[in-house]
């Protein structure tokens, strides 16, 4: 069994890279939910959605996000109205986002509706949620506290980061399934090309996670989401160096610290400061055979650290 922890984008496409190598009930995939929120009164899962939308084929690629053959005239509607039209719900989307929030209103939990949605979606791997208690990333900018969503997409994650909070992550569970598959001795946990604050962040903040990852015994390895200083999508290279350090493979390294066992890389990005064991890629995925490719080198690299 491989576990990999995601954010949206970027993890979305090494996931997909994953599945294509791997038997689906080798697969289990960990999304972050700290970008969920309420919007017009629904429940909405930004990154759950775009791991869905990927491995199901249904992604938007033009965009980078949401559903192909998207329409918007829900949208447009409603910015006729004068409704809030910052967050963009294309309609096919928009029917994902009302049928999840009805069923959790009815008490349906968060992983079951994602798993039945994967199911008629036909996707063959796991997709968990990291938990089914809420958490929302909430961040103090340099105009005070901001919640998520407000910040990345409304403000297009202009304001300096001082701080970021995971507010409901002390009190939330880990996806009871998430702990039952790292006690089943995973062959690897892998660490997404997703943003390390605000993606992966909020997954490690679950209580008791870490130290279930350690006694997996399984070998940690993480994918750069920085290329030569620069992030490929997203705030990531800016919220590095609004933490004062050097966007960079090294900074990725010494941000997860001794959980790591292994980081892929760009090759030119190579220090010798870098903690862990190296081991050079191509990480910039813009093909179905680069996302394998990818995906390939991340399993050797699994094999060779256990």
């Known amino acids: 069994m491989i576990i990999a922890l995601s954010g949206g984008v970027g993890g ?14 080798e697969l289990c995939i960990v999304a972050n939910t700290g970008d969920d929120f309420e919007h017009f009164g629904l429940t909405v899962c930004p990154d759950i959605d775009t791991l869905t939308y990927t491995l199901a ?12 053959d998207e329409s918007w005239a829900f949208m447009e509607t409603l910015g006729t109205l004068g409704g809030e039209d910052w967050f963009r ?19 349906e939990s968060l992983s079951a509706i ?12 796991r997709l968990l949620p990291m938990s089914d208690d809420p958490v929302r990333t909430r ?40 702990l039952a598959a790292l006690a089943a001795r995973p062959r690897a946990v892998v660490i997404c090309p997703s943003n390390p604050f605000i993606s992966i962040g909020p ?3 679950l209580p008791g996670l870490r130290d279930a990852i350690r006694a997996s015994g399984a070998p940690v390895i993480a994918v750069s989401p920085i290329i030569a200083g620069q992030a490929v999508k997203g705030p990531t290279a800016k919220m590095f160096a609004d933490a004062g350090a050097a ?5 990725v390294a010494a941000h997860y ?35 394998i490719a990818l995906a390939r080198i991340v399993l050797a690299a699994a094999e060779a650290l256990r």
Do not use: Y
């Open 12 to 25: 979305a496409k090494l996931a997909l890279g994953l599945a294509q190598l791997l038997p689906a009930e």
């Open 57 to 68: 084929g249904l992604d938007n690629r033009q965009l980078g996000w949401g559903r192909q």
């Open 89 to 107: 719900l294309g309609d096919r989307d928009l029917a994902l986002h009302v049928l999840r929030s009805h069923r959790l209103r009815a008490g």
């Open 114 to 125: 994602t798993d039945d949605i994967r199911t008629r979606l036909q996707i063959g791997p």
């Open 139 to 178: 961040l103090l900018t340099d105009e005070g506290w901001m919640d998520f969503q407000p910040w990345f997409v409304g403000r297009r994650a202009a304001p300096a980061v001082r701080r970021i909070d995971f507010t409901g992550a002390a009190a939330a569970r880990p996806q009871g399934a998430l």
């Open 203 to 205: 997954i490690l903040a």
């Open 247 to 251: 966007p960079s493979a090294a900074s």
């Open 257 to 291: 610290g001794d959980l790591l066992d292994g980081l892929v890389l760009e090759a030119g990005d190579l220090t010798p400061d870098i903690a862990p064991r190296c081991f050079p890629a191509r990480t910039l995925m813009t093909t179905q055979e680069d996302k």
